[in-house]
């Protein structure tokens, strides 16, 4: 797959570890930035890498901040985007198998390396299920700004 990385500052070491560890599942990765761990604005990064996934450019992204929930409300700002901040492993599954996440965003400062990495594993190799959860996934996608 074609997979868009993006952070900030606090998130600068996750992305790179992810970016190795992405490269070496067999993705590519097209890595929006930021580019060093000096401080920086986390939307001058996931919006951009928000829309390489929501026109299609990329297929999924993950998206790293010190919380993931600012990655993540940048994100699902943008149309076809479903990012989903997650901090388990069981959250990463479930994002997939009944939201069909197409964008996974976490915190460095709240999750391990070792959690975070089977977070993306995990979440790289799970399907969507489909069935009834794809009509609430249409129906998401029907909403008024989306």
């Known amino acids: 797959m074609?997979?868009?990385?993006?952070?900030?500052?606090?998130?600068?070491?996750?992305?790179?570890?992810?970016?190795?560890?992405?490269?070496?599942?067999g993705h590519e990765v097209v890595d929006f930035g930021c580019f060093s761990p000096d401080s920086s604005d986390y939307p001058d990064f996931a919006y951009p890498a928000a829309k390489a996934v929501g026109v299609g450019?990329?297929?999924?992204?993950?998206?790293?901040?010190?919380?993931g929930i600012g990655v993540s409300i940048v994100a699902n700002k943008v149309k076809g985007v479903r990012a989903a901040?997650?901090?388990?492993?069981e959250e990463a599954k479930l994002s997939r198998q009944h939201n069909n996440a197409n964008v996974l965003t976490f915190g460095a400062r709240l999750?391990?390396?070792e959690i975070a990495k089977e977070i993306v594993k995990v979440?790289?190799?799970?399907?969507?299920e489909g069935g009834r959860h794809e009509r609430r996934v249409e129906k998401i996608h029907k909403l008024t700004g989306l």
């Not at 074609?2 to 599942?25: P, Q, R, T």
């Not at 901040?85 to 492993?89: D, L, P, Q, R, W």
Request: proline fraction near 0%; aromatic fraction near 12%.
């Open 2 to 25: 074609k997979i868009a990385v993006a952070s900030d500052h606090a998130g600068f070491e996750y992305k790179e570890k992810v970016k190795k560890l992405l490269n070496e599942l």
């Open 57 to 67: 450019e990329c297929e999924r992204g993950v998206f790293i901040c010190g919380t």
């Open 85 to 89: 901040n997650c901090c388990s492993v």
């Open 111 to 113: 999750i391990s390396w």
């Open 123 to 128: 979440w790289l190799e799970t399907e969507f």
